[in-house]
Nanobody
Framework: QVQLVESGGGMVQAGDSLRLSCAAS????????LGWFRQAPGKEREFVAV???????DYGASVKGRFTVSRSSAKNTLYLQMNSLQPDDTAVYYC????????????WGQGTQVAVSS
């Protein structure tokens, strides 16, 4: 089992920045990939970003160029730096951990709310 706890969400205005964190604990040896998803009201969960144990990174199309994902040197903390936030970025952001970058059957965190006003 891998436990994931997100933090850093909040309410901001368009153009502002936020940094989310996700602390992983438990059987982190199986968390080869850590990533972020988000879900806005009435919409499906959307892939945001993923970083692998060896540093490979991928982003969803809607955040590429604005968001930066990183992983601590100890590999068990994940960050998401979100710049130039827009109202469409409003969602609950979930941390995910899995054995591969595909994040097909991940462990999930409880989510942290991000709200962006115009």
């Amino acid at each position: 089992q891998v436990q994931l706890v997100e933090s850093g969400g909040g309410m901001v205005q368009a153009g502002d920045s936020l940094r989310l964190s996700c602390a992983a604990s438990g059987r982190t040896v199986s968390a080869k990939a850590l990533g972020w998803f988000r879900q806005a009201p009435g919409k499906e969960r959307e892939f945001v970003a993923v970083v692998s144990w060896d540093g490979r990174i991928d982003y969803g199309a809607s955040v590429k160029g604005r968001f930066t994902v990183s992983r601590s040197s100890a590999k068990n903390t994940l960050y998401l730096q979100m710049n130039s936030l827009q109202p469409d970025d409003t969602a609950v952001y979930y941390c995910a951990a899995d054995s591969s970058m595909g994040l097909q059957t991940p462990y999930w965190g409880q989510g942290t709310q991000v709200a962006v006003s115009s």
